[in-house]
C-alpha cells in the first residue's frame, strides 16, 4: 500500500497513522500511489471557486497550484483520495462547489456531527462503525466551510449547531472531512481508511 501526501503540511501528523507515506514529487507519478492525502492549512484562492477575496481570506496560490496539478492527475486516474480540512474544501471547490470565505460567529472547536442516514453503500461501509460504534464528537480548526457541495459528492455528517458541512464524499473514491482526525489520536478513522483501501 503505497500513500502520498500532496503537499508536506502536517506531514509528520499523518506519518504517525501511516508510517510509509511520502510527500507525492511530482503529478506525474500519481498512478504509483493507493491513497492521495490533502491535507489541512492555508485557505485557497477564491479564484478556484470564482468568488472575490474577503478581508479573512489569507491563500498560499504556490500550493494551491501544486496541490490542484496533483488533484487532476489523481481524479483523471481514478486514484482514491482523502481530503482534511483544507483538502476537504479544496476538492469539493475543483469540482464546482462554493465556500464560506468566513464562519460567522466563530466555530465551536468541539462538537457533535449530525449523520446523514440516506448513504450510498461506500459510505455506510466507511461510517456506519464510526457511527454508531465509536464517536460523535469531532474537532474544529478552521474559519471557512463548505457553502456548496462540488459535482457528484453527497453529505456524510454536518454540524447540528450551525449545519456546517462536516464531511462529503463520492460514493466511490473520494472521501473528505473537515475535522483533523490526526490531531485526535483517531485510530478508529484510520483503521477504517485502511480498511477502504484494501
Known amino acids: 500500500m503505497k500513500i502520498g501526501i500532496a503537499y508536506p503540511a502536517f506531514f509528520e501528523d499523518f506519518r504517525f497513522f501511516f508510517p510509509e507515506i511520502e510527500v507525492i514529487k511530482s503529478p506525474n507519478t500519481i498512478n504509483e500511489y493507493d491513497l492521495v492525502v490533502f ?9 478556484i471557486y470564482g468568488e472575490q477575496i474577503m478581508p479573512m481570506t489569507s491563500f498560499n496560490e504556490i500550493r494551491d497550484v501544486v496541490e490542484l496539478r496533483i488533484l487532476e492527475r489523481a481524479l483523471k486516474f481514478n486514484k482514491k483520495i482523502l481530503g482534511i480540512c483544507r483538502g476537504h474544501q479544496l476538492i469539493n471547490a475543483y469540482l464546482g462547489g462554493k465556500l464560506i470565505q468566513n464562519i460567522s460567529p466563530p466555530h465551536l472547536q468541539w462538537h457533535k456531527t449530525l449523520w446523514n442516514s440516506d448513504l450510498d453503500v461506500f459510505q455506510k461501509i466507511l461510517f456506519d462503525h464510526y457511527n454508531t460504534y465509536y464517536k460523535l464528537w469531532v474537532n474544529s480548526y478552521h474559519h471557512q466551510a463548505i457553502k456548496s457541495l462540488g459535482t457528484g459528492m453527497k453529505i456524510i455528517c454536518r454540524n447540528p449547531v450551525d449545519n456546517i458541512i462536516e464531511a462529503t464524499g463520492n ?6 472531512v473537515q475535522w483533523h482526525p490526526e490531531f485526535s489520536n483517531d ?3 484510520f483503521d477504517i481508511i485502511k480498511k477502504w483501501l484494501k
Open 171 to 176: 460514493g466511490d473514491n473520494i472521501l473528505t
Open 39 to 47: 491535507s489541512g492549512g492555508a485557505d485557497i484562492s477564491p479564484s
Open 187 to 189: 485510530f478508529v478513522f
